[in-house]
Structures are given as C-alpha cells and as structure tokens.
C-alpha cells in the first residue's frame, strides 16, 4: 500500500527583514481626503432618486512577524488604500439596485484625481439609472459577452477558487482529476503571481514577497495553453503537489490555506 502523505510539507528557511516605516511619511491626510470623499458624494446627494449611496476610503499600514519552529524570520510591511463608490436605487417592482466602483493603490497619492472618481460617480448614476428602468432578465442559457470587470469576478470566483489546494479536500473537486487534461481553449494561459506589484500600469492587490506561513512567493503556472498544470499550494499537501508554492494565506485570526494571489488571464487571441 502507498504511505499516506504527510499532513504538512517541508519548507525553505527563511531570513528577511524590512525596516518600519517612517509613520510620519505614511500617515494619511484626513482632512483633504475628507474635502475630496465630500466633493464625490455631492454628486450622489443631488440625485433625490437614490435609497444609498457613499464614498468612502479604507487605508492600510501594517507590519507583520512571523517567527516559525523551522528557524525562518519574516518581518514585512504592507500599505493600502481603497476607495469605495456605492449607489442603490430600487426599481418600480422593489428590486433593489446596487452598483459599486473601487480604486486601488499601495500608495493613496498614486489614487485617480478627484476630478476622475467625480467622472466615474457620475457615471454610476447613469448606469443605475438605466437599470432601474431595465425589464427583469428572463433565465437564459447561451452565449455571453462579459464586461472586464465582470469577467475578472467571474474568472476569480468559478475559476482561481477551485486552483486553491485546500478546496480538494472540502468538497471544491471540480479539477481534482483534471490535471494535464484540457480546461480552456489552447491560446489561454492561466497564472498566480504574487510578485507582481503592477500588471498594466496598474496596482497589484495580491502582491506579497512572502506568505503567511513564510514561503518565497512564486509564480505559479496553473494553465499553460489550455492544459491544467497545478494548483495554488500552502504547506498543506495534495497527492502530486508534496510543497507549498508561496500561496498559504490567512486573515486575522485564522489558520493560513491556499488561496489565490495576484489571478492573471491572458490569451494569444484577445
């Protein structure tokens, strides 16, 4: 009979240390950040026809330690900033509507202008509007043509969740046997890199030099010309997956699993 697979894997020693911040350098200027969040919510305030709305900026400076029985010593820092735009309106029939825009930076001066997030709130109010007046989609099976954002949830959601290792052994098995078998046409490629701080001109949320159990993030390929390859590891281990890839993560409070990093689609055939 095979040996039973052990419950958690080995993994490199780790040695790295960033220095704190300056927090005089990092600390956020609340009252312009008010003035602009005031100046963008204006917009929403003028449309009696909303049921909610607001603005509102999430900003982020953390330091972590992580100090492990293997002898690895990771001390990092992480700064973020996110503003959030939400309007809701509710249609004739009760339907309630919402809609929502995020923008995203490690550095909150490098945020759109004000005049930019004032462009997009305004822009939300004709969307919402145009689909309070919308019929009600009937159920529908066929095609469809998704919009970036939508399709970057969709890919996140039905597709990066099930390449999380941990999943194939809580029920989340939709490619547990698919590994070199095709699962998208043959000009995708499919990968996790969580050493991406930009891709296009753009701030990487899932951007970490080591995870939370003190593994060297790596990129991971997990599709290659439509092929499964692998899946997104931590130090739990899978049968034909013994090590972790860098993509244990956790949330205050809770123990590290495999979870998606910084998910990138491409295709030879936009």
Known sequence: TKPPRPCFSSAPVEKYYENPYDLN??????????????????????????????????????????????????????????????????????MQLPLMHDFFAFNPDSLPSQGAMIAVAKD?????????????????????ILS?????????????????????????????????????????????????RQYAGQDMNGYYLYDSEGVKARRVANVTDGVLRSFLMSRVPLDGFPESNGHGRASVGNDPVSRQSNLIVETKTP
């Open 148 to 196: 970036g954002p939508a399709s970057g949830v969709f890919f996140h959601e039905i597709f990066g969740h099930r390449l999380e290792g941990h999943r194939l052994k809580e029920g989340g098995e939709t490619f547990k046997n698919m590994v070199g078998k095709s699962v998208l046409p043959t000009s995708f490629q499919v990968f996790c890199d969580p050493t991406l």
């Open 124 to 144: 939300l109010l004709r969307r919402v509007e145009a689909l309070r007046k919308a019929p009600v989609a009937n159920p529908y099976t066929g095609p469809a």
């Open 25 to 94: 350098k990092v600390k956020l200027d609340d009252k312009a950040w008010q003035e602009r969040l005031n100046a963008i919510s204006a917009v929403f305030k003028a449309d009696a026809s909303l049921t909610a709305a607001s603005a509102s900026i999430d900003y982020e400076v953390s330091r972590s330690y992580l100090v492990n029985t293997d002898g690895s010593e990771v001390v990092q820092n992480r700064r973020s900033a996110r503003v959030m735009l939400m309007v809701q309106v509710i249609a004739d029939d009760g």
